[in-house]
């Protein structure tokens, strides 16, 4: 995978300027003055695969950018402090206002959106779930897809965290 490291000019640590100086084996932003090394991280996300007794899937239509006016799985970005399976239930109520139960792990997946933004995307299946469906934060709406009649999802890995939990729930039968 190729991306492009955020263009960070300035030391977090005391304000100086940054080099990029092959640190630990690759380029990485080092402050010429303190010699701070910043360490750029994916961003974690969370992505929830919501399967109905009809093998239908929760959708939500985004309405922000990127991809506005897309159908993905609910979910979102992780809080500073927020357990990965908080983070989801959160998204999923605050986008369909369903609450989450018991949740599963699918799988990580990368996900690059422009030149330098890096996503780790952890996929959960909602296995059990209450509340009835309305589109709230981020969402112009939320509808019930089956496999059949599915639109293309705005973000390969909701594609591939789908396919994962259906082989998921196959497997276990």
């Known amino acids: 995978m ?14 100086g300027e940054l080099a990029l100086i092959d640190t630990e084996g690759r ?16 961003i974690p996300a969370i992505a929830l695969v919501v399967i109905d007794e009809q093998r239908r899937v929760l959708l939500v239509l985004r309405s922000v950018e990127p991809k506005k006016g897309d159908w993905c799985l609910p979910g979102g970005f992780l809080e500073w402090g927020e357990h990965p399976k908080e983070g989801g239930a959160r998204e999923l109520f605050e986008e369909t206002g369903v609450t989450a139960g018991e949740m599963e792990l699918v799988g990580a997946y990368d996900s690059v959106t422009g030149t330098c933004r890096h996503v780790l995307v952890l996929a959960y299946r909602v296995k059990d779930w209450s509340g009835e469906e309305i589109a709230g934060d981020d969402a112009d709406a939320v509808a019930w897809y089956s496999l059949d009649d599915m639109p293309k999802l705005a973000f390969d890995n909701h594609e591939l965290a789908l396919k994962d939990a259906f082989d998921q729930i196959e497997k276990n039968m």
């Open 2 to 15: 190729k991306v492009n490291l955020p263009n960070i000019q300035f030391c977090p640590a005391c304000g």
């Open 27 to 42: 380029d990485r932003p080092v402050c010429t003055d303190c010699g701070h090394i910043v360490y750029i991280n994916p």
